[in-house]
């Protein structure tokens, strides 16, 4: 229940208006109140494992190349992948500080070493 601020008449919470005075109620409606939706928690929440995976993917690759590159297809190729499992699970969990600057080394070593 709710009370007109003009008259003091008890009415319904659905009322509006006063139906006795036509008094404007200032008092929300609970569907009102139910409307209001706090804000939502982000549309981006997909973003960081997503960056995660293919940073990760990406850094795994380029170093098990470089690896294979640097030092031969037997010790590159067979033993390459796991320095770059480590290297990729680290950049994978920190990719957006790391993974911009770990892909233009990897390039970097990659074309010095021509
Ligand atoms: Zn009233």
Same mark, same amino acid.
């Given at each position: 229940m709710q009370?007109?601020?003009a008259c003091d008449l008890s009415l319904p919470d659905l009322n509006q208006y006063c139906s006795n005075c036509g008094h404007r %109620? *200032?008092?929300p409606t609970p569907s009102t109140v139910n409307a209001i939706e706090?804000?939502?928690s982000g549309d981006c929440e997909w973003l960081y494992p997503a960056g995660a995976f293919i940073s990760g993917l990406i850094t795994f690759?380029?170093?098990w190349i470089y690896c294979t590159v640097t030092y031969g297809f %037997?010790?590159?190729f067979g033993l390459g992948w796991i320095p770059s499992?480590? %290297?990729a699970a680290i950049v994978g969990s920190l990719w957006p500080l790391i993974a911009l600057a770990?892909? *233009?080394f990897v390039v970097f070593l990659m074309l010095s070493s021509k």
């Open positions: 009370t007109c601020p %109620l *200032a008092a706090k804000p939502s690759f380029s170093s %037997l010790f590159g499992f480590i %290297l770990v892909m *233009a």
